[in-house]
């Protein structure tokens, strides 16, 4: 298993950060950028519909040319995100031609010497339900929360429109028919993220891979090695689904492609719950940790959210640090045990 953390540029400060707090390996950023990042808003903006075309087609030599940035800070550049159009998500005519542009990603990337790539699959996510909770962590740390209640109602928007989980489930199997194969054939996995939040339908909009259950399908639609999840303790746990176990039934067939590895509090699964610290919520994190070890999990393991502390940095810095302290205890700790 790889400590890992997805990278927002490739500056000198972000790169040798991460490899001083024991990070390992990295997702790459959407472009080649050594300027450092501004920040990544505490709560996330509302999300107004999908994408557009697709952009520029990915290029075999900038992605080496990424992948040897990282690797001069000892970092192992091994996943990165592959956007979806529009055109894909809504089912729209123009989809094959989309496709046609995954492929060429998709063997790029291989050929580059990535070995993950991840996704989702929603025509709009509820990140509207999201708030903070200032103050309201342990000593005062900076918490995030989700609410249905505060979007449940909320309307259609005119330009998605309205779109059933069945038909974002057949938008979902045709992708996986198209790509899957060339992705195998590529030699790497592509790792589909559960919606997240989870809710069942958001402005209309019906969330495809929102249960344990929904996950299941998706490496049963297509039997192969390439198509894995983006294993996410923290949804599953927003599910009221026992994570470790979710973590042998998927790991002991080889379908985690990466993971999210974070805790929150749940008041209702599904429907509200709290982000928190590694250590403060209601999964079993070390239990997690043994599981993924038990399976022989070899992938990378990322903290993704972070509670703000008081004095971070707009990196948070701080946060960071702390997770992947943790992580790496956990690791040595779920190691030790199987005598690995």
């Known amino acids: 298993m790889k400590i890992s953390k997805g990278l927002g540029d490739l500056s000198e400060q972000t790169l040798r950060f991460n490899r001083q707090i024991g990070v ?44 040897a940035r990282t690797a ?11 956007p979806l159009s529009g055109a894909i998500l809504l089912g729209r005519p123009s989809r094959d031609k989309d496709l046609d542009t995954i492929r060429h990603d998709i063997r790029v990337a291989g050929e580059a010497g990535l070995s993950v790539l991840t996704y989702s699959f929603t025509a709009l996510r509820a990140s509207e339900g999201y708030y903070s909770l200032d103050g309201g962590g342990r000593g005062g740390a900076h918490l995030r929360a989700f609410d249905n209640n505060r979007i449940k109602d909320l309307p259609p928007i005119e330009s998605v429109g ?4 069945e038909q974002m489930w057949e938008r979902l199997e045709y992708f996986l028919r198209a790509v899957v194969p060339t992705a195998e054939e590529a030699g790497l996995a592509l790792a589909l993220h559960p919606n997240d939040p989870p ?28 198509n894995c999840i983006y294993l996410d303790t923290g949804v599953l746990t927003e599910m009221g689904e026992d994570a470790p176990a979710a973590i042998r039934w998927f790991g002991g067939r080889r379908r985690i492609g990466t993971v999210h590895f974070r805790n929150v509090i749940v008041q ?9 610290f590694l250590d403060a919520g209601e999964c079993d994190m070390a239990t997690c940790m043994r599981a993924f070890a038990e399976v022989g999990y070899d992938r990378d393991l990322d903290p993704d959210h972070s ?16 997770a992947i302290g943790q992580m ?4 040595a700790a779920a190691l030790s045990e199987l005598g690995q």
């Open 162 to 165: 309205t779109h059933t989980r």
């Open 24 to 67: 390992e390996a990295v997702g790459l950023p959407g472009g080649w950028s050594t300027a450092p990042r501004h920040s990544r808003p505490h709560v996330p903006p509302p999300q107004r519909g999908p994408a557009g075309p697709p952009g520029k087609v990915w290029d075999v030599e900038e992605l080496r040319r990424m992948r």
């Open 268 to 276: 209702r699964p599904y429907d509200e719950y709290v982000e928190t």
């Open 328 to 331: 790496l205890g956990l690791r």
């Open 307 to 322: 509670p703000g502390f008081d004095g971070d940095t707009v990196d948070t810095h701080i946060g960071w640090a702390y």
């Open 199 to 226: 809710v069942e339908v958001f402005r209309g909009v019906g969330q495809p891979v929102r249960s344990l259950t929904d996950l299941r399908r998706v490496v049963e639609t297509v039997d192969s090695p390439a």
């Open 72 to 82: 001069q800070f000892g970092l192992e550049a091994t996943s990165k995100a592959l």
